[in-house]
């Protein structure tokens, strides 16, 4: 655990028991009460279900002010970042913690460049996975075959191998991504292409067609970039707390990943973005009126929600939707597409912001309200919106892995419970309990 304690000014009674807390001290932010002595002294445990209170570890990564929708990584803005930089450049920043010279970044572009080719014998995995299956299953199913593929980078204590497994994936997973779309489409996997930059090339074996010249407008790879770049950390969510966990066990890189991927296929995390699409379509499909969607969510009718809407840490306008809906119209045109579902996305966000419910409870849109619309713009059928978050999560992931294993302190994760079942009873055999 890193960061500046101090000596015990936290004061907590327990019964008659008496504890003096240490507190670590954040830079910005909350600063966290040290609780290790609360179990080993009171014999009580933390109850957080959720995790609402309780910081896991300290982190350098990324912070987030919820309140003020701030978001930094490695404490630049996340406006100025992607505004300016690029995903990869953002990829090393979030894992070596400081931005590369031209000379580093252009190594590292080569590095990843030189790995993105998958043999045969993995491309064979993508054909004995049924094309129904979902994106994400078989991306969470390819990432941990990796481990099985690259032995020789395994090892969670060495840093060469660490070094090796990151590039391995960064470089890998826009191939697997684009795999995973043509195998559903039925269409021949096509090779990465040395030279051509990380976001072209993904593209290119995502959606050229055979025989035909594979052109986009600049924009589209400039949106993609920024796309990526706009999910590339957001500190212990649920996918990267998933990460950490397996990684604490000394699980390897590719395994704590693929944990990640499976967290976020949720559709309370990364798969929202696919449900709000779901969502939207709904509502032009059904004919009923934003208006009369969000009489039935507020009724909560069937658990209804509002996807794309909330988020545990931002209580005001997630500042990455910010970013996503300045751009979705500029993006919409250059690329010559007219989404009626971007002026529906913009109707019930009107709704929901001047609506008591969600004022109330302060649910403003976060990133996954508009991505869709422009990822569907680009031509990406909603299942393949996660496995685009999945690809941007990954240098987060990775920073947050290799910020764990590097930890001396570190432990591995094992959270407490309170028991609520039974007291001790005795087993009554079948034959007693039940007898014919
Ligand atoms: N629509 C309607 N009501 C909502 C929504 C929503 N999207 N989100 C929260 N609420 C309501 C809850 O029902 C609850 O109401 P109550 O006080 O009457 O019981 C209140 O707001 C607080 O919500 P919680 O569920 O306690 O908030 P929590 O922090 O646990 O959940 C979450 C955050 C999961 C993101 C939630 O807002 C949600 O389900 N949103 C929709 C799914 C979504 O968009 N997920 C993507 C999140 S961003 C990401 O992962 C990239």
């Known amino acids: 655990m890193t960061g500046a304690k101090t000596t015990a000014d936290v004061q ?7 504890l003096a807390l240490e507190t670590v001290q954040a830079t910005a932010g909350n600063h966290g009460i040290v609780m290790a002595p609360l179990n080993a002294q009171t014999g009580m445990v933390a109850l957080d279900p959720g995790f609402l209170n309780t910081a896991a570890c300290t982190s350098k990564v990324t912070f987030i002010d919820g309140e003020a929708g701030v978001l930094r990584y490695r404490g630049y803005p996340i406006e100025q970042l992607a505004g300016e930089s690029t995903f990869l450049e953002v990829a090393m920043l979030l894992i070596r913690g400081e931005l590369p010279t031209r000379h580093e970044l252009e190594a ?5 460049d030189k790995h993105m080719y998958l043999s045969d014998d993995f491309r064979q995995i993508f054909s004995v996975m049924p ?9 969470g199913a390819a990432v941990n075959m990796m ?3 690259y032995p020789e980078s395994l090892d969670p204590l060495d840093p060469a191998a660490i070094n090796l497994a990151t590039a391995l994936l960064l470089a890998k997973m826009p191939t697997i991504i684009s795999y995973i779309y043509r195998r559903a489409q039925g269409n021949a996997l096509l090779y990465p292409q040395h030279g051509q930059s990380y976001i072209e090339n993904f593209a290119r074996m995502t959606f050229q067609l055979p025989g035909e010249r594979f052109e986009v407008p600049e924009v589209f790879y400039r949106a993609l970039d920024t ?3 706009l999910h590339a950390d957001h500190e212990q969510n649920c996918s990267t707390s998933a990460v950490r966990m397996i990684g604490s066990a000394r699980a390897n890189l590719y395994m704590s990943v693929s944990g990640g991927v499976s967290a976020l296929s949720g559709p309370l995390h990364g798969g929202a973005n696919e449900a709000v699409l779901e969502m939207l379509s709904y509502i032009r499909d059904s004919g009923i009126t934003p208006l009369d969607f ?10 209804l929600k509002l996807m794309g809407f909330g988020h545990r840490v931002y209580k005001s306008y997630d500042p990455r939707a910010a970013i996503v809906k300045q751009h979705a119209d500029a993006v919409l045109e250059a690329l010559g597409v007219r989404d ?8 019930v966000e009107q709704v929901a912001l001047s609506d008591d419910y969600f004022i109330e409870r302060r649910l403003y849109p976060n990133v996954d309200f508009y991505t869709g619309i422009i990822y569907r713009a680009m031509g990406f059928p909603a299942s393949m919106f996660t496995p685009l978050f999945a690809l941007g999560r990954l240098p987060g992931w990775i920073a947050q892995w290799r910020e764990m294993v590097a930890d001396p302190s570190g432990k591995i994760g094992r959270p407490r419970q309170v028991y609520v079942g039974p007291g001790l009873r005795d087993y009554v055999p079948l034959a007693v309990r039940d007898p014919r």
């Open 12 to 18: 907590l009674t327990v019964g008659e028991q008496y």
């Open 147 to 149: 481990a099985g593929f």
């Open 108 to 112: 590292f572009e080569a590095r990843i």
């Open 131 to 139: 094309r129904r299956a979902h994106p994400m299953a078989t991306l």
């Open 227 to 229: 796309l990526l770049i």
């Open 340 to 347: 009626e579902l971007l002026d529906i996305a913009y109707e």
């Open 294 to 303: 969000m009489t039935r969510v507020k009724d909560k009718a069937g658990g």
